[in-house]
């Protein structure tokens, strides 16, 4: 009598997908053309006039929409740099490095979401409630959650990289180094100057490039 033979299912371990290495190009390129728009259109100074809402809509728009296609690269970034760290992983700086990132990312859309309510608010005409106490309001408010406490997370984000690129030696001791520099601007310097948070864009883009050109060298 023939028996069935059980199904053998072959299995094989996930690796990091090749385009995942462009995902940190992607994010400093999309963070930074948000943060310009955005730093275009919203007044560095607080005011009670609300005539850039309506001067600078489509600008503050599509940052908006830039943001979310930002975030969902900065998560992949993530995933790259912990499969570049590998077994080299330690739990303590790797648990701060996760934590911060994913808490920047969340008070970024959170403050990009307060941006929503500013257009929301600024487009009802009409209205029987102070609207342009509840936009200056509002806008003090997107900038202290995006420029104070989000900023001091990607500070704290470099730092512990920095720490484990220093111990590890996975990347040169002069990237440590800078990284070390620039978060100690995000985290000391940092004040309501729109401009100072392309620091953090820029470094990503900076170490996902070097991490290319390592890849490419290392492939040839």
């Known amino acids: 009598m023939l028996t069935a033979e059980p199904d053998i299912k072959q299995y094989r371990r996930l690796t990091t997908p090749r385009a995942a290495s462009i995902a940190g190009v992607l994010f400093g390129l999309l963070f930074s053309a948000s943060l310009v728009l955005l730093r275009s259109a919203i007044p560095q100074?607080?005011?009670?006039?609300?005539?850039?809402?309506?001067?600078?809509?489509?600008?503050?728009?599509?940052?908006?929409?830039?943001?979310?296609?930002?975030?969902?690269?900065?998560?992949?970034?993530?995933?790259?740099?912990?499969?570049?760290?590998?077994?080299?992983?330690?739990?303590?700086?790797?648990?701060?490095?996760?934590?911060?990132?994913?808490?920047?990312?969340?008070?970024?859309?959170?403050?990009?979401?307060?941006?929503?309510?500013?257009?929301?608010?600024?487009?009802?005409?009409?209205?029987?409630?102070?609207?342009?106490?509840?936009?200056?309001?509002?806008?003090?408010?997107?900038?202290?959650?995006?420029?104070?406490?989000?900023?001091?997370?990607?500070?704290?984000?470099?730092?512990?990289?920095?720490?484990?690129?220093?111990?590890?030696?996975?990347?040169?001791?002069?990237?440590a180094l800078v990284t070390y520099l620039l978060a100690l601007v995000l985290l000391v310097v940092i004040n309501l100057n729109l401009w100072i948070t392309l620091v953090f864009p820029i470094w990503v883009l900076l170490i996902s490039v070097f991490k290319l050109i390592s890849d490419s060298r290392r492939q040839s």
């Open 45 to 175: 100074t607080l005011t009670d006039d609300i005539a850039w809402t309506d001067q600078g809509n489509q600008r503050i728009k599509f940052a908006l929409v830039l943001m979310p296609f930002a975030g969902i690269a900065f998560l992949w970034f993530i995933g790259v740099v912990r499969d570049l760290l590998g077994d080299f992983e330690d739990r303590f700086f790797s648990t701060v490095f996760l934590g911060s990132g994913l808490l920047f990312l969340g008070m970024v859309f959170v403050a990009m979401a307060i941006g929503g309510g500013i257009l929301a608010v600024a487009q009802v005409e009409g209205a029987d409630f102070p609207r342009e106490e509840i936009i200056y309001f509002a806008r003090a408010l997107m900038f202290q959650v995006s420029n104070v406490y989000a900023l001091r997370m990607a500070g704290v984000f470099m730092i512990s990289l920095g720490t484990i690129w220093l111990r590890t030696g996975l990347l040169p001791r002069w990237l």
